[in-house]
């Protein structure tokens, strides 16, 4: 990717050395707590709702949503980095080329991307903080740890990110390269955008609706698509960012983790019922519907039979 002349975003929340604070901090947001975005929420919905073709209504804000991540489950630990935990302050210096820099480039393509599309019909798009953590985490969605992967809480809006698993996306998954770890972000950015349009919610009702695992599952599975068609919009609107054989890591990498990939590996076998994010060829389906279209409308992954998802 070509990010050198982007701004980074000040969005990013360094909380690396955290870990092992656990819970007992005070004024943490409940799980499913929704703090005081309810007006705004309300207004977007019906606007963004028709915008983006969601059918799709607020629903009080249900399960803790940490499932809502990129895939491999069943990580082994990731062992904490060493660092001494001092710094609890954003850190908005990153040394140049580095990993927090990227991190930070990559994040504020994906708020011109959502600020423009939002723009488009007169919205304004409250972008998601982003927490680089190691070791444990603590969210509004409970303690996490690095080897939970990436994801994103919705009761904080924040996305949080190990940024070991961009290493891991090399030396575990096999797919290397920046543009492979760019998606992870605007990945979970895919579920920021499903949170404030309400779809999180909706599915979450329907989850708890489902008359067996395998229908809740499916319900995951079609939010974890839909996710992965935003990331290629953000792809999409970002082509001159991009060089040659970019996106082809970006496939690369969802077929890495296709919930069939993981699970050949882990077991040996597969299991398409347990799957939440989706197979290998879905993921790759949806990225690249996204990157063709670059219209989140594209998107819609709740209106079609399961066999064409
Ligand atoms: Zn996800």
Redesign the pocket.
């Known amino acids: 990717m070509r990010l050198d002349d982007q701004r980074e975003s000040s969005n990013v929340e360094d909380r690396r050395g955290e870990g092992g604070i656990g819970f007992g901090g005070g004024g943490g947001q409940q799980a499913g707590g929704f703090g005081g975005m309810g007006g705004l929420l309300g207004l977007l919905i019906p606007l963004i709702g028709s915008k983006f073709g969601i059918v799709g209504i607020i629903v009080a804000f249900g399960a803790v949503f940490l499932l ?4 491999g489950g069943g990580s082994p630990a990731v062992a904490p980095h060493a660092s001494a935990p001092t710094q609890s302050a954003p850190a908005p210096q990153m040394a140049p080329g580095s990993t927090d820099q990227f991190v930070a480039k990559v994040l504020a393509t994906t708020e011109d991307t959502w600020s423009k599309l939002f723009a488009a019909s007169g919205e304004k798009y409250p972008a998601p903080k982003l927490v680089l953590f190691d070791g444990s985490i603590r969210s509004a969605c409970g303690s996490a740890s690095a080897a939970s992967g990436p994801f994103y809480c919705p009761g904080d809006q924040k996305v949080y990110l190990d940024t070991s698993f961009f290493d891991e996306l090399h030396s575990r998954f096999g797919a290397p390269g920046d543009f492979a770890a760019a998606y992870v972000i605007a ?2 950015v895919g ?1 920021h955008i499903q949170t404030i349009t309400g779809i999180s919610d909706e599915v979450t009702k329907r989850q708890k609706s489902a008359r067996s695992q395998a229908e809740a599952n499916q319900w995951l599975m079609r939010l ?1 698509l839909q ?1 992965d068609c935003y990331a290629g919009v953000w792809a999409a609107n970002n082509r001159n960012l991009l060089d040659s054989g970019d996106f082809a890591e970006g496939v690369r990498a969802a077929q890495a983790i296709g919930d069939d990939t993981l699970q050949k590996q882990a077991q040996g076998r597969v299991v398409p019922d347990s799957f939440t ?1 989706g197979s290998a060829a879905q993921r790759v389906r949806w990225l690249t519907r996204g990157f063709e279209s670059g219209n989140p409308n594209a998107c819609d992954t709740f209106n079609i039979p399961a066999a064409q998802l």
């Open positions: 809502s991540n990129m895939g990945h979970e579920h974890e996710a994010h």
